[in-house]
């Protein structure tokens, strides 16, 4: 079984990376794409983030790399501002740590 990967990306208006103005109900459309292209991928989408008044969004997904979720926002047209690995860490992880 291949491992995967945790990932967080960015995206703005302000660099054309999120669709101005799309409203709540678009993106249920867009994301039904987006979950597509996902699959196609080998992406799992977990969580998106919007704040559709500052026209932003932070997508959290799990893939087996980096370039999966490139291909996946490729394939729906929906470039991103950065792209990071990220662990979940839970507050009990941390007492652990201590």
């Given amino acids: 079984m291949q491992k995967l990967h945790f990932f967080i990306d960015t995206h703005d208006s302000v660099n054309g990376t999120f669709p101005k103005g799309i ?11 987006y979950e597509d ?3 196609e991928e080998g992406v799992i989408s977990i969580n ?8 932003r969004a ?10 999966a979720v490139y291909r996946a926002h490729q394939r729906v047209g929906l ?13 009990s992880d941390l007492a652990l740590l201590k």
């Fill in 23 to 33: 409203t709540p109900a678009q993106l249920v459309g867009f994301y039904a794409s």
């Fill in 37 to 39: 292209a996902c699959r």
């Fill in 48 to 55: 998106i983030q919007v704040g559709f008044e500052e026209e």
């Fill in 58 to 67: 932070f997508c959290l997904t799990m893939a087996p790399s980096m370039e």
């Fill in 79 to 91: 470039p991103y501002d950065s792209i990071t690995e990220v662990s979940s860490i839970s507050p």
